[in-house]
């Protein structure tokens, strides 16, 4: 089980890697910094805040953690339940930017990729990391 501190840790890695990510992966489609830059910061607020909930929920769910340690399994399960959430909200604010129907979910799909890629990275390194494990 993680402590409370370090899922905020964990947190503030993968939040900090898909702000970056977002930003340029959104420059790419539209090739408007400040679209872009408006994407990140809420991918970064919001997707902070959904990415915390989710693992104090997986706090609670003991299944394919031994003796502290997450099985790779459980990694990628938890990665899958939060990707689906975030395709959601993803695709939901690429049609408040006033993104057409085909094209926020293109970029659903595109930034949904990087984002799975970047949480499964995340939940590797930080699985090595002892610190904050009770």
Known sequence: MDTNSRSIAKTVTYRLATFVFTYIITMAFTNESSTSAWMAILSLTIGALAFYIHERLWTRVKWGNLGGIDRQIRSVVKT???????????????????????????????????????????ERVWNRVKWGKI
């Open 80 to 122: 899958i339940t939060f990707r689906i959430w975030a395709v959601f909200i993803v695709f939901v604010i690429g049609l408040l930017f006033g993104f057409t129907t085909s094209e926020a979910l293109s970029l659903t799909v595109a930034l949904n990729i990087m984002y799975l890629l970047t949480h499964y990275t995340n």
